[in-house]
């Protein structure tokens, strides 16, 4: 499996980051193609080190090459343009290929 | 839901942490009791946005209750002792509830 790990800082309102992201951002990127599952954090992210973002997403692939498939094609671009409208803490944005232990 | 995420920063010696990592520190993370599933990052991380940290790791637990459960036993104890054992680099280590959206 591959992952797109988000953590999103936090944001200077976050209500209104939070109306966003659910009402516009999750349908954007839900029609990203290839997108097996996506998880968010629910309510608060606590940190035992280090700090804490406002919200973790994590997205799905079958593979490193569907991951990237997805991040370039028209879907992908526009939820990726998409951060621009809510994110404004900004955000880290990590990509890997994931195993199971 | 409930996810323990761990973010391992860039470790003096890389190799070295691989192989502690692998050896002896998912063995012992794996007897938390109330895990359901444990992932890894399988090679590097790229950072899309912000910064790559050397490991991503990704511990599942039913809830929020079992999670905190699982930190407090001596096998949660056990696990968290070691980190000082090879996590170099420092790590963030976040908990929250998840959703699937």
Do not use: W
């Amino acid at each position: 499996m591959a992952q797109l790990l988000v953590l999103y800082n936090s944001p200077a309102d976050r209500a209104a980051f939070d109306r966003y992201y659910r009402k516009t951002h999750i349908p954007l990127a839900k029609k990203i193609p290839g997108l097996r599952s996506y998880s968010i954090s629910a309510g608060s992210v606590e940190a035992l080190a280090g700090s804490a973002p406002h919200l973790v997403a994590c997205l799905t692939f079958d593979s490193m090459a569907d991951l990237r498939a997805a991040l370039a094609s028209p879907e992908g671009q526009a939820a990726a343009a998409d951060l621009s409208n809510f994110a404004s803490g900004g955000a880290t944005l990590l990509t890997y290929s994931s195993e199971e232990v």
